[in-house]
């Protein structure tokens, strides 16, 4: 094998690892050899040998001595150090927690993450049931209000190949979400946010919009939810799309000078 074979092979496993451990999701359920496999794409072998490895280096860790693994410390650490250096988050999380406490809701800040979204931050109020997410979660772009924000306010020529993506891997639902985005990018068309109710998580809903930030004039989301039953949607879109709209022009002003790069 020569130098550059060997680098080759290298970059493979990195990338490899990493698809493993973006593979542990919002819900924050252990999960098997088998799930992996599922949510990767990866071999069965492959896996087998990635988690073996990633317990060695303290980034995944067996629960209950048994065949599903969870996050460890070292996976957390990488994300702890991302934030801490991160300028975004110390700016915006003052801002998002007054938005959190005055309606009573969750609050995150999101990029995309392949065809995901990833929360880089989150608040809450201390009166809500917190949907099971936080910092480093990651949501379906298709079926979350989140996602649609972020897909409709990409130029055309980006958001075409995505959708198609998103459509053929939905498989028998692919209409059902092609008529779900309709609806929410009408909805942005219209009043500037969209939403997703019962989607992504039962009982819970968000409401979300784009914003352009920083120097790179870095494309983001800013949603915000609550998981509650028979929600007046109605009521809830009149209390909280003032406020996030709000929410939304205070943090690119703030962060107009901010290296926004993800």
């Not at 309709?182 to 019962?198: I, K, N, Q, Y």
Request: proline fraction near 5%.
């Amino acid at each position: 094998m020569t130098a550059t074979d060997e680098q080759r092979s290298i970059t493979l496993t990195v990338e490899r690892g990493l698809e493993v451990l973006r593979a542990f999701r919002a819900a924050r359920a252990p999960l098997s050899n088998a799930e992996l496999v599922r949510r990767t794409g990866l071999p069965k072998a492959t896996v087998s040998r990635l988690t073996t490895t990633l317990i060695s280096v303290g980034y995944l860790r067996r629960v209950g001595g048994g065949r599903q693994f969870e996050l460890s410390a070292g996976a957390l650490s990488i994300g702890h150090a991302y934030l801490e250096a991160n300028p975004v988050t110390r700016i915006v999380n003052p801002i998002m927690q007054r938005l959190a406490d005055k309606l009573d809701l969750s609050v995150a800040l999101a990029i995309p993450h392949h065809v995901d979204m990833l929360y880089i931050a989150w608040r809450a109020s201390v009166k809500i049931a917190t949907l099971r997410l936080g910092v480093g979660s990651l949501l379906p772009m298709e079926s979350t209000a989140v996602g649609r924000a972020y897909l409709y306010a990409l130029p055309e020529s980006e958001r075409e190949p995505l959708v198609a993506a998103l459509l053929e891997a939905a498989g028998d639902q692919a209409d059902a979400v092609r008529k779900n985005l309709d609806t929410a990018f009408d909805d942005l068309r219209h009043s500037g946010v969209c939403m997703a109710v019962g989607e992504y998580q039962r009982n819970a809903y968000g409401i979300a919009l784009p914003l352009v930030v920083g120097q790179s004039r870095t494309l983001m989301t800013l949603n915000c939810g609550a998981v509650e039953l028979a929600p007046d949607m109605t009521a809830i879109r009149k209390r909280v799309i003032p406020e996030l709209k709000s929410a939304a022009v205070t943090l690119t002003d703030l962060l107009a000078d901010v290296d926004c790069t993800p």
